[in-house]
């Protein structure tokens, strides 16, 4: 287990909604990424979040926004779901600052629109 | 061209042998290569880190890197069943996690009894 837990584990919603994830990062980690994983592909990065601020954006729409805390937990939302937002999504906890560190996934969200 | 290519199998071998897995990629920038095995439906859990180039090795697992081919490679030895899994080969430019990770799109390996 790598201490990063992601709630809700699945969620199903509607075409058109407003869906909020949730991340917590392993402890003494400041630094949460956020990925979606599409079937049969690997994880594409969305955003990180360092210090509370976007630290960095993969190519995806204004509609992808994120949240970090002062805890360093982490929000992911996504406004007017599509068809294909349908995904698991996960997120990953590191510690930035430092030489030679890791990302630690968490077991992810899966999230399917209708 | 993809950042990083990956041969997505599916990749079938008896229980005892050596799997070899590979990864190309075209950004020369890349300095942090990881392997990560992920079981269906769960999260990616990190295998193997790799600064730069070379081999490291962890029990059954070994990675290699040639930076000046731009390839990477995990080797499992004494495979399992339980090595089953799609094993997804990452990278970064900057400080292993700092930016972001580059992924390849997995290799699923089915290791028979």
């Known amino acids: 287990e790598t201490g990063v837990t992601q709630s809700p584990t699945h969620l199903i919603k509607t075409r058109g909604q407003q869906v909020t994830l949730r991340c917590s990062s392993q402890s003494g980690h400041n630094t949460v990424s956020w990925y979606q994983q599409a079937l049969g592909q690997g994880p594409q990065f969305i955003f990180q979040y360092y210090r509370e601020e976007e630290n960095g954006r993969g190519n995806f729409p204004p509609r992808f926004s994120g949240l970090q805390f002062p805890n360093y937990s982490s929000e992911l939302n996504v406004n007017a779901l599509e068809l294909d937002d349908s995904a698991l999504y996960l997120c990953?906890?590191?510690?930035?600052?430092?030489?030679?560190?890791?990302?630690?996934f968490g077991q992810g969200t899966r999230l399917t629109v209708v | 061209q993809k950042e990083v290519e990956q041969d997505p199998g599916p990749l079938s071998v008896p229980e005892g042998a050596i799997v070899s897995l590979n990864c190309t990629y075209s950004n020369s920038a890349f300095q942090y290569f990881m392997w990560y095995r992920q079981y269906s439906r769960k999260g990616p859990e990190l295998l193997m880190y790799?600064?730069?180039?070379g081999n490291k090795e962890d029990g059954r697992f070994t990675a290699q890197v040639d930076k000046s081919s731009k390839y990477i490679s995990l080797f499992i030895r004494d495979s399992q069943p339980s090595d089953s899994a799609t094993y997804l080969c990452?990278?970064?430019?900057?400080?292993?996690?700092?930016?972001?990770?580059?992924f390849g799109k997995g290799t699923l390996l089915t290791v028979n009894p």
């Open positions: 990452a990278m970064s430019d900057s400080g292993g996690s700092n930016y972001k990770l580059t």
């Open positions: 790799t600064y730069s180039s």
């Open positions: 990953a906890s590191s510690l930035q600052g430092t030489i030679n560190t890791e990302a630690f």
